[in-house]
């Protein structure tokens, strides 16, 4: 089904003469630029934003546009409740174009404000939003289109995502934008690595959400190795300049995953060493990435799984066949039973240990609480609270990663 189209427009105090409105090509003559408006978007519904005294001063000249009155308040101090009449006028999941040419003073920033807004909380889909630069004397002039302040407002929000939560979709769909925009907009010279590289970045972000420890790194690998090619088309297109703005902070997040940790911390018993050593310092880096998002779910599943890890590089086993991480596991938890650790509530504090190895009761901790987790707290007598659990992950995900060195 197709959604609602509505233009919105302000009507001015102002006293205003004909003139030509062109728009891509079209043209239509007329003191009052919500006719051209009406013209150029038949398909739209028009809705006028006035004041009490725009009505006064302007209405007359609507006439016979079919149009829904937006009543604002004349008091030019009221901004809510010019917000909340705007707001009031824009139906949820509409498609919405805004005409700012005749909005007063405040009234074209509170109208892009508003536009952000109802994206996000009501489903509104901006197409595009218009001022015509009206002089008088001018005999013509074309509309111009401010969609850059909605696209710069969805780079803040994109960015804002990936870099406070490291959800990755918004930006990585950004990314491939400008490649599409480039090649509407018929440029000759296109760019090459933006899609790439965002698909990339979706793809990364998707992964290192579900724990996919070896896929995550090997897309990280290929992210690292477009970086160059990345930059170099940032300072070449004018449609990448928000990215120039915010590439320091994509390089911090890539390069937080990529970091190392202390050589030789991680006991490596097996062939392979190198490889062993660089998917566990991955998975430290993976495990502090989730606990600085507060992913604190995917944080203790995937700290208990690098433990099994760890102790099969250890006894010289490979940590990514499943019968060798079965077998670790398994050797695990009886070295758990036999050092005589009481079961308890996850987040009750250090448990009663005699005689077991410290690194056995890290295991044995993770363990209890990753079940807790996993289980949502249902059926388990004595359940940690959310709070409780939260600082109890925080604390044993830290062990886990200084044990990985």
């Known amino acids: 089904m197709e959604s609602q189209k509505v233009l919105l427009s302000f009507l001015g105090t102002g006293t205003y003469e004909p003139i030509d409105v062109r728009y891509q090509g079209q043209a ?26 725009a009505r006064r001063a302007n209405a007359h000249g ?19 409740g010019h917000f909340a009449a705007i707001a009031s006028a824009v139906p949820a999941g509409c ?29 509104v889909r901006v197409v595009e ?9 001018v005999q013509e002039a074309e509309l111009l289109s401010l969609r850059a302040y909605m696209e710069l407002l969805e780079w803040s929000k994109a960015t804002a995502e990936y870099t406070g939560t490291g959800n990755a979709s918004a930006f990585g ?22 899609s790439a590289f965002g698909e990339l970045t979706e793809r990364l972000g998707l992964e ?41 902070r994509v390089r911090e997040s890539l390069g937080r995953l990529t970091s190392a940790g202390q050589e030789g911390t991680v006991p490596v018993g097996g062939p392979g060493n190198a490889d062993a050593m660089t998917q566990l310092q991955f998975s430290r880096n993976l ?46 938890n009886s070295l758990r039973q036999q050092g005589a650790i009481r079961s308890q509530t996850p987040a009750a504090g250090d448990t009663a240990l005699l005689g077991a190895n410290p690194d056995i009761v890290l295991w044995d901790r993770v363990t209890q609480v990753r079940n807790d987790i996993n289980h949502a707290g249902q059926g388990r007598a004595n359940a940690a609270s959310a709070k409780q659990a939260k600082t109890t992950i925080d604390d ?10």
């Open 95 to 123: 498609s919405l174009i805004i005409d700012v040419t005749h909005g007063f003073r405040f009234q074209p920033l509170l109208a892009l404000a508003a536009a952000q807004l109802l994206s996000e909380a009501n489903g």
């Open 173 to 194: 769909s950004k990314l491939k934008a400008i490649q599409t925009s480039a090649h509407r907009a018929g440029h000759t010279e296109l760019p090459k690595a933006f």
């Open 287 to 332: 495990i502090q990435e989730h606990l600085r998002f507060g992913r604190l779910v995917q944080a203790i599943t995937l700290a208990r799984e690098s433990m099994v890890s760890y102790y099969a590089y250890a006894s010289g086993r490979d940590a990514n066949v499943k019968r060798d991480r079965d077998d670790v596991e398994n050797e695990l």
């Open 62 to 80: 609507l006439k016979p546009l079919t149009y829904e009155a937006v009543e604002l308040p004349d008091d030019v101090a009221d901004h809510s």
């Open 129 to 137: 939003i218009l001022y015509l630069p009206y002089e008088r004397g």
């Open 28 to 53: 239509h003559r007329s003191a009052y630029v919500q006719h051209a408006l009406a013209a150029f978007f038949p398909q739209y519904e028009l809705r006028v934003a006035m004041t009490p005294a």
């Open 396 to 405: 044993l995900c830290r062990k886990v990663v200084e044990l990985l060195g």
């Open 208 to 248: 290192v959400e579900l724990n996919r420890v070896s896929d995550a790194r090997k897309t990280l690998e290929k992210l690292d190795k477009r970086l160059a090619e990345v930059e170099k088309e940032i300072l070449r297109f004018p449609l990448a300049e928000p990215m120039r703005l915010i590439w320091h």
